[in-house]
C-alpha cells in the first residue's frame, strides 16, 4: 500500500475539525440576522444557507481526499477557489464589529480606535483564509499530490471519481 503524502493528511484532518467547529458555531438565524443587520433579508437568507453548504462541503470534501477520492480534491480546489474569490463577502466588518467591540472594551487598552481594531481583525482573518486556501490550490494541483489521487482511481469505483 502506498504510504499517504503529509498533506493529504493535514489539510483532510485540518478541513474536517474545523468544518465540524465552524457548522457548531454557526449561530440560529435571529443571531445571524442581528450580526448582519446592514443586508437586505433575501440576501442575508442566502448567506445563511451558502455557511452550512460550504461547511458540509468542507467537510465531505475533507473525509473524501482522506479515503483518496479524487473528486473530492477538485471539489476543493474549487472550495480553495471560491474562497479566496468570496473573502470580502464572507468576512465583512460589521459582522466583525459586533463580535470584536466586547473584547475591545474588555481590553481597556486604547492604542487604536474600535473601528481600526475591527479592521485589523477583518484583515487579518483575509490574510489567513487566504493562505490556507491559495497553499490548498498549490499543493493540490501538483503533479505528484494529482499522480497519487490518480494512482487512487483504481480501487475506488468510476462514479466516484
Known amino acids: 500500500m502506498k504510504r499517504v503524502p503529509w498533506g493529504v493528511m493535514f489539510f483532510g484532518v485540518i478541513l474536517v475539525l474545523t468544518s465540524l ?3 457548531h458555531l454557526i449561530p440560529h438565524y435571529a443571531k445571524y440576522k442581528m450580526i448582519n443587520h446592514d443586508v437586505p433579508e433575501g ?8 455557511s452550512y453548504v460550504l461547511r458540509l462541503a468542507g467537510l465531505v470534501c475533507g473525509v473524501g481526499i482522506l479515503f483518496h477520492v ?3 480534491r477538485k471539489g476543493l480546489i474549487f472550495l480553495f477557489i471560491f474562497s479566496i474569490l468570496t473573502l470580502p463577502l464572507r468576512h465583512t466588518y460589521s459582522s466583525f464589529y459586533i463580535y470584536v467591540k466586547p473584547l475591545f472594551n474588555a481590553s481597556g487598552v486604547s492604542l487604536v480606535s474600535l473601528e481600526v481594531f475591527t479592521w485589523m481583525n477583518v484583515v487579518c482573518r483575509w490574510i489567513l483564509d487566504g493562505i490556507f486556501a491559495a497553499a490548498g490550490i498549490y499543493y493540490f494541483t501538483r503533479p505528484k499530490v494529482t499522480a497519487y489521487f490518480n494512482a487512487s482511481l483504481k ?3 468510476s462514479i466516484w471519481n
Not at 440576501?43 to 451558502?50: K, L, S, T
Request: with cysteine.
Open 21 to 23: 467547529w465552524q457548522i
Open 70 to 72: 479524487n473528486i473530492c
Open 155 to 157: 480501487n475506488v469505483p
Open 43 to 50: 440576501i442575508m437568507a442566502f448567506r445563511y444557507a451558502v
